[in-house]
Every structure is written in C-alpha cells, then in structure tokens.
C-alpha cells in the first residue's frame, strides 16, 4: 500500500473508506493478504487501534476475513457482492453498487414530539421534541428507498440549515452539529406490503411496487447512547441485498 497520510477526523470511518478503495481496486484481489495493522497504520499516519476499528467494520461488510494466527485476507467472493445488509450505508453507494444512477431529495423537515415508540428508543420523555427528516433516494429516477429519521431537537448544539438535511446524512449532521459520533445500529429487518408503508410515510405511494423490505433501528454513539431512531423503506427491484457468512466448522 502507498503511503497516504490522513486527515485526523473521524479517523476509523476514513481508514475503512482507504481500506474499501484498496480492496476494490484491480490488483488489490491478486495479493489476498493484507498488511499488517502496523504496517496499514503507518502507511496512514494512524494507531494500530484506529486500523482494528476500520477492520472491524470491513469485517461484519464481508470485505475481510480475519483469521487468528494467520492474518487479515480479503475475501475473494467480493465480486459477487453488490451491496451487502450494512446499518448505516451511504444509500447512494447503495443505489450505484446496483448499476444506476442516484439522486435524492429532502420530502419533508419538521420537528414532532415524540410518541412512545420512539420516545422508548431514545430514552427521551414522551412529547419531548424530535426532528423528523424523510428522504428519498432515487435509481436512474425511480424511487427505490425512502429513508424516516427521528433525531431529539435536544442533542443539537447548532441547527442545521434545511440544505444542509438535504445534502448530508443525519450521521455526518450529528457529528457536526451535535459533536456525536454514531457507531453502531440495532435493526430489525421486515417486509411491509404498500398499505403498511404508506401508515409509515405517504412518500411510499411514488414506489412502483407492492412490497418493501423494511430496516428499522436505533442508531447508537460510540458511549453506547441512543441519538437516532429511523426506518428506511427499500424497493428491492433496484436495491438487491446480498450477505457473506463466516462458517466455523468445530
């Protein structure tokens, strides 16, 4: 690997992301060992504990596959994987990993109080103030995902402008504006038939199809604490999901 140093922000998430690039490249797959975690956090200007959490994260991606007493191998079926079940994916890398085009648009940005279910989910009194941010995702200008999220009103230290719900995640807004960094979800995977989503968001009426796959979780801070409740509505005629699994044999 070149020697790149690296910004010092969020230094895991832009470890995984040089890491990703890495794999993917053309002569990254012909040499399935990767280097050392010394020698990647060298290479980067980073510690051996920052290289383990991007390590971590390309692991549960199926990326890589550690093995104790040999080393850390990407895996050879990456190929064959399109997008796999990642809480917390870029949704337009979602959409290009599937071949298309992808734009999206903020629907609608409101602040709501609470309802119980969500108020359980944060850990926040019922009828305390939520802002409610819904987006929608777009494969070569058909709707393949809407995405709800429920963030408390009360975590921000500074307001995001409405370009800013438009153009940016509710991941990067709350490290911004909240000083929150999210590093892992708890997600429940359903199908929703289309009466079931539209209870969810009137925007599901624009998909063209009659049932969705539903992704609906709590997206926690790296001191374990609930700062995000979303759901995300998924077309799966554009948006195929795909999933490696570590077989141990005993």
Not at 79 to 89: D, F, L, R
């Amino acid at each position: 690997m070149n020697r790149e140093p690296i910004n010092k922000q969020n230094l895991s998430d832009t470890v995984a992301e040089k890491l990703r690039e890495y794999i993917r490249s053309s002569d990254a797959p012909r040499s399935l060992k990767l280097p050392p975690e010394a020698v990647i956090g060298e290479s980067m200007g980073v510690s051996r504990i920052t290289v383990r959490r991007a390590l971590s994260d390309l692991e549960q991606e199926g990326l890589i596959q550690r093995i104790h007493g040999r080393g850390t191998f990407i895996n050879p079926n990456i190929s064959k994987i399109k997008a796999t079940i990642t809480p917390g994916q870029d949704l337009h890398q979602l959409i290009r990993e599937g071949g298309y085009e992808s734009r999206n648009e903020l629907i609608s940005l409101e602040t709501v109080p609470a309802d119980l279910h969500h108020a359980k989910a944060l850990e926040i009194a019922p009828g305390s103030p939520l802002i409610k941010v819904v987006c929608s995702y777009y494969a070569n200008d058909i709707l393949a995902i809407v995405s709800i999220n429920h963030i408390p009103e009360g975590l921000l230290k500074t307001m995001p402008s409405r370009e800013e719900w438009g153009t940016h995640t509710s991941y990067e807004l709350l490290r911004t504006h909240a000083g929150l960094l999210v590093t892992n979800e708890c997600i429940t995977i359903q199908s929703k038939s289309r009466a079931e989503a539209l209870t969810i968001t009137p925007a599901a009426g624009e998909f063209d199809c009659d049932s969705f796959l539903c992704m609906t979780g709590t997206s926690l801070t790296v001191e374990n604490k609930p700062a995000l409740s979303g759901q995300a509505l998924y077309n799966t005629n554009y948006v195929h999901f795909q999933m490696l699994r570590n077989i141990k044999a005993f």
